[in-house]
């Protein structure tokens, strides 16, 4: 028998939690007729995704970044069409282009970073009023700054910017400098895993695998480095069963782009022992950068919604009740 891992039903307060037992999947595949949607807005060479959670569901956001124009797309609930595309936000301090982007869901903040520029463009949501600008000890040039994100036991949140082939280490709230590290690989994307207090960073370039930091920056361990990479591993997410943060009890599993063309591959893996689970793929999506989710239940995503990039083109919906089923996963 393979993994434990754990969901629950609608994802709201006080719902059921139920156990999802399952073998390794293998090779999951999800058809044109099961993607949501595909959304390909007023971007250009589109790389990140993030979404807001609001209080009511159905007045949540999704967040695209766009390297090649000065805007940062955005979406409103249920991400369907054209229709739901809302004026994208533009303001002087994203006038490069944008890359990395991250929510904050806790305090309710925008973070982007931005091509060439060692700075992080911080907004407020949903008002998405500019807050202010966290500059790092960067040097000009970088084409492709990632963002993460990580909070302490003691409260303090963790801001991670990857720039060239070091990672700046900033309090999110004051913007100020708290260090920076090198990785042990190439980089770009970063996540943090605030229960098991790590950080994880996918080696772009070697195909090594993912490795696992601490808080400050110390390596303390690699997965998926034994043959799952086929390519580049850029985008990455976790998601925690259950989903809400303070019921999180380390079961769950971590999902991994490997950019491939013509079809990429998503490499999932359980979150706590780290074994490669399978991979899926989605019809039609290839060269993904960028991955998002949202955990959160609303009428059109039971179990919330995975997004991917697809071809620096668009951003294509699946929602996560589809992919559960599609690779085995099954609700008691």
Known sequence: MGPALLACISCGKGDQVVDLV????????????????????????????????????????????????????????????????????????????????????????????????????VFALPSLSFQREITTAGTLGNEEPNVGLLELPTGQRNLYVSYDDVVYVHDAVTGAELGQFIPQHGLEELEGDALNQVLYIPDENGGSGVDVYDPTGNFLSTFGGDGVFDSDSEGILVYTCPPNAAMDNGKGFIVVSDQRDPLNDFEVFDRRSKAHLGTLQIEGVNNTDGIGSTQQSSLDYSMGLFTAIDDDESAVGVAWSVILQRTGLTCD
């Open 22 to 121: 399952r073998n390794r999947f293998e090779m999951a595949f999800i058809g044109t007729s099961e993607i949501g949607f595909d959304l390909n807005g007023s971007g250009s060479n589109v790389d990140g995704i993030a979404f807001w959670e609001a209080p009511t569901p159905q007045d949540g956001l999704m967040f695209v970044s766009s390297k090649d124009a000065e805007l940062i797309e955005v979406w409103a609930y249920p991400f369907r069409s054209s229709a739901d595309s809302l004026p994208s936000l533009t303001h002087p301090c994203i006038s490069n282009g944008t890359n990395g982007i991250l929510v904050d869901q806790d305090r309710d903040i925008l973070y982007a970073t931005i091509r060439f520029e060692p700075s992080v463009c």
